[in-house]
């Protein structure tokens, strides 16, 4: 799993650089908006080179991508997802945003499926469980948990408190919860103390790693 | 489809631009509702919403009470909206993480959500997600509004650039959601769908255009109930 919401903010994009680097092979990718920022600038500053989850895909390490978001529009040039899909490379699941985050809430609170509305009589219900409650129908969709969660805060404590600024929280704090291991990268690591308790975004027991960056990191 | 195509050398007048789209689903929109805005011709009715009304937008990625975006290199990536812009940081404006934003949406908390449409049906199915060329799409969170918000209105060309209308019997592209469109407003007409009966009634038309003019030009039988209104 990779945090944050698509765009700059949010993202551990070190810990995937990091990722990148370490060469491991047939990654399954968990994100949201994916792969779109390199060929649009989609939620990054115009100062700065985007970079996204397409690098996976790029260097070949991953061969699929669980996601709601993959291809920004008709007229852009093929994401580096986009590609490998073409080709044969990757396999692309798409799943509606609203689903795919409740899928991982479900994950990390022990709640192995739910009913939801959406996707209802589209290609997204081909296949599963149809049940009718008060007369509306929905379709069963089950929990997504991962091996690992990239996730990015602002600030840690020693003890692994998180706390996230502005819009930055997006899928981290429920990402933080799925994964068998939460690797959380931040711009600083205090004291406990140093969070204020009621700025707490997650909770220190879900956190098993944290990565802080170098001093004046210029990537967001 | 096909004996349609072509039609825009024979339209009778102008067709409105994207501009006037927005404005006029702009103007149903009521002081102080909560709105979601999709990309494209929705998200242009924030700079057009008449004298005194005061939304309060909703991203899905954890913002609501946005307003006016910042200027260019001024943009904060830790405030972002949904379409990847940088907001300007106001008084009222709320952060949330994605599991309470769709809390908001799929709890039917949202009073209207404008978005844009590839195809819309006389049930009110719509078709907005899939490109139709490139066999791939991005669902993001337009399922989760159009099966879940209180009205989902639909802001769109009323034919594709080849004159194929996109109001139809019956959707062939991939679903996003059915029976869900309660108005589509197009650079012709505004229509009102009659859910219950899976009727399309005509409300407005263009300048210069007649119910006649847009029913060539619309896939799905259209009804008029009272007196046509010109769309101004």
């Not at chain 1, 008709?74 to 798409?94: C, F, H, M, Y």
């Amino acid at each position: 799993m990779v945090g944050g919401f698509g765009g700059a903010g949010g993202q551990p994009t070190r810990l995937m650089l990091a990722l990148r680097d370490l060469g491991v092979n047939n990654l399954t990718i968990i994100g949201n908006v994916a792969g779109i920022s390199k060929t649009t600038g989609y939620g990054w500053p115009e100062h700065l080179e985007p970079i996204d989850q397409g690098i996976f895909f790029e260097s070949g390490q991953a061969t699929k991508i669980i996601c709601s978001f993959p291809v920004p529009g008709t007229t852009n040039p093929l994401s580096d997802i986009e590609r490998a899909w073409q080709e044969g490379k990757a396999d692309v699941e798409i799943v509606p945003q609203g689903t795919l985050i409740e899928r991982i809430r479900s994950a990390g609170a022990g709640i192995p499926a739910f009913y939801t509305p959406t996707g209802v009589g589209t290609p997204v219900a081909l296949g599963k469980e149809h049940r009718i409650f008060n007369g509306q129908e929905y379709i069963m969709e089950t929990a997504l948990s991962a091996d690992y969660a990239l996730i990015r805060a602002e600030k840690a404590d020693t003890r692994g408190n998180l706390q996230y600024i502005g819009t930055s929280r997006a899928f981290n704090p429920a990402m933080a919860t799925a994964a068998q291991i939460t690797i959380a990268e931040v711009d600083q690591i205090v004291e406990p103390g140093g969070i204020d308790p009621e700025r707490v975004g997650t909770l220190s027991t879900y956190v098993d790693r944290i990565v802080e960056r170098i001093p004046g990191d210029p990537l967001p | 489809m096909n004996s349609h195509e072509k039609h825009l050398d024979n339209d009778p007048a102008p067709r409105l631009d994207r501009i006037s789209i927005a404005k006029r689903a702009a103007r149903d929109l009521i002081d102080g509702s909560t709105v979601n805005l999709g990309i494209g011709i929705p998200a242009m009715c924030a700079d057009y919403l008449p004298a005194g009304v005061e939304l309060r937008y909703h991203a899905e990625n954890g913002i609501l009470g946005f307003g006016e975006l910042a200027k260019p290199n001024e943009g904060d990536p830790n405030l972002m909206d949904a379409g990847g812009k940088f907001p300007k940081r106001i008084k009222g404006m709320a952060f949330f993480d994605s599991v309470e934003s769709f809390n908001l949406i799929r709890g039917g908390h949202i009073d209207v959500t404008v978005l844009g449409g590839l195809q819309v049906s006389k049930k009110g199915d719509l078709a907005n997600w899939m490109i139709p060329k490139r066999g791939i799409g991005s669902i993001g969170g337009a399922m989760d509004l159009a099966a879940s918000a209180k009205r989902v209105v639909i802001a769109m060309e009323h034919t594709t650039k080849s004159g194929i209308p996109k109001v139809v019997n019956e959707c062939t592209f991939p679903l996003t959601a059915k029976n869900c469109v309660s108005q589509i407003i197009t650079d012709i007409a505004v229509i009102d769908v009659d859910k219950k009966h899976g009727q399309l009634i005509l409300r407005e038309a263009a300048p210069g255009w007649s119910f006649e003019d847009i029913q060539a030009r619309t896939d799905a039988t259209l009804v008029v109930q009272s007196t046509l209104r010109v769309i101004t």
